[in-house]
């Protein structure tokens, strides 16, 4: 089973953002969980939304927002400089 529910792709500010509905029971048991739930969240949007140009990436739990992050153009992870 997925990580990830069901996705939606929603136009803001000019930008396409990606909504993830995370499913709780696929949850990673690890401290550090958010890493590993980005860079699936990465390959989830590389391969559902492979023609939209996602920008900003939302990680939802039910209806509650668990975090966001951004992407760039090749809609890969961008370290903080």
Known sequence: MSLFLKHEC??????????????KAQLPEKDDVTKDIK????HYIKTECETIPIRVVRIMIGS???????????KELTPLV
């Open 10 to 23: 929603q136009a803001k500010n000019g930008q396409i953002e990606a909504v993830l509905y995370v499913n």
């Open 39 to 42: 860079h699936e969240a990465v």
């Open 64 to 74: 509650m927002l668990y975090f966001s992050f951004a992407v760039n153009s090749n």
